[in-house]
């Protein structure tokens, strides 16, 4: 559930107390509208707060965790574990990783890496919330989430398809899975990892931790899973390009 | 009420039919085209005043109704042919167009001429009853031409249901998705106005807002479908998706 507009109003008073309405969506770069709209249903959407927090150089994650809904997330966060942090690395950059690790021939450095190789990019990815909670799944952590949350499990799944989760979603999900809370708000692209509090280099340093054998079999089942959906992708399209040759 | 849908009918019909002109002149998808004509051309004989008109100018026997049944049969025919293929639906396809689609056809047509040289036999000489509504005079008997009339076109509308049903269920754009509902709800429409031309005169209200309702949908659902791919951006495809899926 989004924050309580009340709420919000209280800690928009102590964070800006001379900032008007105005000046607080000039600074954070939300419409207006946006704001009126969500005050007036009395809902404020996480990432309004996390936007003015932001624009006001405070710590979003200090922030959200004021709220009652995110109490979870006051105090020393638990950091993400190796797994999540390598599947908040992107498909593309994982190839890249396989391709770095092969010998010279193949265009690579060997096993030592090297500095040439790009930087990670940063999350969130393309497939960055499926990857999350494929990661952080023992097989069950759905039903889990359905049953605690009562949501039904083919809405989340197509929130999981449609690379979106609520962060009311996340932390459910986190909270079930027994991980970090940080780890689900850094897939959806709601915090940054700086943000979440994660060490610059957690992510490259997990993806070196990993053997050639794993790197090569997640890697594979990202491609796999990219295969799928560009393949779904071009068969709807085919079908689509058929209505129209036909009836458009 | 009954003016109302069948004049609003006749503007749809006519608007889609215009709208497609500029596609038509340049040779594309002239089926629709065609479609759409035979459409307007139902929706203008099914016009109470207009169809007294031409019914005048044929002799004033009714042979009118028989001649807009032929009509009807032959838009579903073609709409059938064209949203199967449209929606890749080989047994739909084929069970329109092979043998039993030509069986279903034939016997349509062989009911229809039954029923309107049987029903016209009967009619007094004071006037045959007035087309589409039921019948004035003979209750008995010009129900069961209407239902005639409607017996093939339901048969394909229930050949069409699966596949439309598939397509609204399916990832297709949204657009796509709405035409094929629309489409949809008229092959269901058109369905039950078999059952409907049955049903008692009192019912009256029900059996012209299904049977319009049938048109409508199939019409507004092409237009859907026609809409849906001229808004479409070339765009989108998967290799573009490839080169993004870094972002």
Known sequence: MPLPAKAFQHWLHVVAPSASTADICRLSGIKRTTLAQQLVRGKVAESTLVSISRALKRSPLADLAAFESYADLAGRPQPPTPAELVSQIATMDLLRAVISRSAPAYGGYGDDGSALTPALGAAPHATSVRNWVDAIDDGELRHRVSDATGVAPQNYSAQLTANRLSPELAVATARAAGVGFTGGLVATGLLTEAEAGWPPEAKQAALDALSDGELTVLAGERLQALGKTLRRQEHEQEQTKKIWENLG | ?247
């Open chain 2, 1 to 247: 009420m009954m003016a109302t849908l069948e004049w609003m009918t006749l503007v749809v019909c006519c608007v889609a039919l215009f709208l497609r002109v500029p596609d038509a002149v340049r040779g594309r998808n002239r089926t629709v085209f065609g479609i759409l004509f035979l459409g307007s051309l139902c929706s203008v004989l099914a016009v109470s005043e207009l169809y007294e008109v031409i019914d005048g100018a044929l002799g004033g026997w009714d042979l009118t109704s028989l001649i807009l049944r032929y009509l009807v049969f032959a838009t579903v025919l073609l709409v059938g042919l064209r949203v199967t293929s449209g929606l890749a639906a080989a047994r739909a396809h084929q069970l329109i167009s092979g043998g039993i689609g030509r069986w279903a056809l034939g016997l349509g047509c062989l009911a229809v001429t039954v029923a309107f040289f049987l029903t016209g036999s009967s009619w007094p000489p004071a006037g045959p009853p007035a087309q589409g509504a039921g019948g004035a005079g003979d209750a008995d008997l010009s129900p069961w031409f209407t239902a005639a009339g409607r017996t093939y076109p339901a048969f394909v509308s229930l050949v069409l249901a699966a596949p439309l049903l598939a397509a609204v269920r399916s990832r297709l754009p949204r657009l796509v998705r709405a035409g094929a509902l629309l489409v949809l709800l008229g092959a269901v429409c058109a369905a039950l106005s078999l059952p409907a031309a049955l049903t008692p005169p009192s019912w009256a209200g029900a059996q012209h807002f299904v049977n319009y309702a049938a048109a409508l949908g199939y019409v507004v659902g092409l237009v859907v479908f026609w809409f849906s791919g001229l808004i479409a951006s070339p765009s989108g495809n998967a290799r573009a998706r490839l080169r993004r899926n870094r972002n």
